[in-house]
């Protein structure tokens, strides 16, 4: 099994919100976010080409960000991989025959505001905390924004994150539309080509 094949057998079990491929999250990215109003769901795939020298460096990033975080595996990984995880680190087995549950991702507790508040661009996280009523960040870099929630008691990490499911979710609604508009005028311009009379 490739990553291909394993995105076509998780994708439809992605329901409601969006998914996302390949979002920056902390030093790395993670193949497939799935992003509802109530939470965000990280998930690392490795297919059978694939190794796990990279799990101890994405594990941290993907805890401090998201609500829920699943390895999506081929058979092959799981006796070097399961001692690597927390237990409420999900397993999805991955084979010809589809997923199947290893064990089921359980709530993260160590997610942080940081992080959170990192996988939108600078001038989104301001706007939220302009919100809030913290004028002061206005002039804030992304170090001093990320810096300034880490140590502050004044935004709370429920408030933070539905802003920034809230931010994501949009964004993909909007690249969507944004796709199918062009995809359209492709097909506008196909078929003005196909009516121009061919000249002998």
């Known amino acids: 099994m490739n990553d291909p094949e394993i995105r076509a057998l998780l994708y439809p079990l992605l329901q409601g919100g969006v998914y996302v491929d390949e979002l920056p999250t902390g030093t790395t990215r ?5 992003i509802t109003e109530q939470f965000m769901h ?3 795939l490795k297919g059978d080409g694939d190794t796990l020298q990279r799990v101890a460096r994405q594990l941290p990033c993907y805890g401090q960000a998201y609500d829920f975080v699943t390895f999506v595996v081929t058979e092959k990984h799981l ?3 399961l001692p690597q995880l927390p237990e409420w ?3 999805l087995v991955a084979s010809a025959a589809g997923l199947h549950p290893h064990r089921p991702a359980l709530y993260n507790a160590t997610v942080e505001r940081p992080a959170v508040a990192a996988l939108l661009r600078l001038e989104e996280i301001k706007q939220f905390l302009l919100a ?4 002061g960040v206005s002039t804030y870099r992304r170090r001093d924004v990320l810096n300034f929630l880490r140590t502050t008691q004044l935004v709370t990490l429920s408030a933070l994150a539905h802003h920034v499911r809230r931010q994501l979710m949009g964004r993909m609604e909007e690249r969507l539309a944004f796709r199918a508009e062009r995809k359209a005028e492709r097909e506008r311009v196909a078929a003005r080509r196909r009516k121009r009379p061919r000249r002998k």
Do not use: F, R, T
């Open 132 to 135: 809030q009523g913290l004028v």
């Open 79 to 81: 006796p070097k991989l």
């Open 30 to 34: 993670a193949d497939v976010v799935h």
């Open 89 to 91: 680190v999900g397993v």
């Open 42 to 44: 990280g998930y690392e």
